[in-house]
């Protein structure tokens, strides 16, 4: 009870926030929602199954490439692009885990990784059909949806807004389900999970392929929303943010994903203001929160102050 | 003398793990009768645990054969072999730290489906008096109850055969009859195989005793025949 008037309270929230922001403020607030729709699904691998990935970028393109190419090549429009693009996401991260998931631990992360370089280098090497570097700008077309032109900003900040619910609302029921426990289980003691019945192989490629419908689906909406798929979203950098904001919010809590991108967002909004080293502030930021809040903001919180908090 | 038509629940021939030069578990022909209560003993690094390692799949062994009720399951792997019915409690107590109780259980549970869940959970938690802890993280439990969860984690698993690593190891006189009358009441449904070092323990509860001694089977029987058996006597009672 106290959970779900927690989660829906929140989505409440966020619908009242695009009456009292600024249009400018709003259109990050949107940019927040997806990428924490993308920070979300890597919370589902990393922070309750444990697989540390490297290669998320990976999946997040898969998505964007996946709703964008068919929008650019065939017309496409934004509803069936964005399904594309969460299967894109899906089927990526399936082909990833059945070989990835091999391996654990460091060696995990390094697969990943190199996986997600391959797919970056690929975007470069076939830009006659990605654009490579420059990338491409999606057609009008594939920026619509019943009706409704998702450029423009109200439609924009509910089509994000829809996406993050629907997101938070299945994560939430996700984490509470036995497969949920049979996730938290894996993370915490895959040897006794084994000698329990559980086949961690399985669990984890569930896992990963969820990871990789969320990162899909945060790739393609991005596309769609913004108008734009690049390059760029490929690289590492890619990889390294979602994590960041999982660690900051609380890995493994259902509402850091959003805290964590929220408060990074405006750490680097504040810190691009003061100084143009402001990613020196942010690492010091960071290296402050391991430090003194290895779990997280809302894991700091869970553990002290509110068990209850899934 | 055993049936011929009675299908031992597990049998072993030629089961075989060498670690380098050390033949851990060396050309074991073992039978576990269906209801029994089967003890395995012997000394320290005699080759207990990995051979029970091998029954419940966390190994595989370098020859040999394994058979669940004439089932071949040497090649199985260990999360199949649960589903089979074989549950394995660690000798060093392995539960999920940072989760409830309640939760330890309940993916045990799960393995046979999640009708009921969290009655089968609390019922499970109740047969080793454990049902009043259930939302207490499982690392705060005393180091008795958290060997009483690693019995209600295997008991969840509903198995034919429960083994047991050295259960009652670091438990208190009187937690250790409470253990006694527990293993009682699972036989016959349950068939247990129990690694144990109390021998008063063996020889109240075991109805069945097997001796490993540097990976081989010493001697195998009842209580009474191992304890007039001179190998035994010599290798192992000795004193
Ligand atoms: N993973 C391993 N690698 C190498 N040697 C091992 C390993 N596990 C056990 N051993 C050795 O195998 C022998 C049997 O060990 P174990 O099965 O634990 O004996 P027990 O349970 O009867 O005390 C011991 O000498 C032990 O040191
Ligand atoms: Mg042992």
Known sequence: MKVWTLHLGLIVVLFAAQFWLSPYHSTNLARIMVLAVFAMGYNLAFGYTGLLSLGHALFFAAGMYGAGLPAQLWGVTAGPALILGILAGGGMAAAVGLLALRTAGVSFMIVTLMFAQAGYLAILYFAAVTGGDEGFTLPAAARSIAG????????????????????????????????????????????????????PFTVKLVALVLSGLYAGAAGAAYGILFGYAGASFATIQYSILPMLYVLLGGAGTILGPFLGAALMFALIEVASGVTSAYLFLVGAALVALVLFAPRGILGTIRERWAKWLP | MASVIEMPLIRTRDLTLHFGGLRAVDGVDFTLGSGDIHALI???????????????????????????A?????????????????????QITSIFPRLTVFDNVAIAVQTHGTKDLSTRTRAALARVGLDGLQAQEAQTLSYGHQRLLELAMGLALRPRVLILDEPTQGLAASEIEGFKSLVRSLVPEVTVLLIEHNMEVVMDIATRITVLNFGQVLATGTPAEIRASPAVQEAYLGA
Do not use: C, W
């Open chain 1, 148 to 199: 409704l032109d998702l450029s423009s900003d109200t439609p924009r900040f509910l089509a994000a807004l829809t996406l993050f619910a629907v997101g938070l609302l299945v994560s939430l029921a996700l984490v509470r389900s036995p497969f949920g426990r049979s996730m938290v289980a894996i993370r915490e003691n895959e040897e006794r999970s084994r000698m329990l019945g559980l086949n």
């Open chain 2, 42 to 68: 012997g000394p320290n690094g005699a080759g207990k645990t990995t051979f029970v390692g091998l029954l419940a799949g966390r190994r595989m062994p370098q020859s040999g054969q394994i058979f669940l």
């Open chain 2, 70 to 90: 004439g089932e071949d399951i040497t090649r199985l792997p260990a999360h199949a072999r649960v589903r089979k019915g074989i549950a394995y409690t660690f």
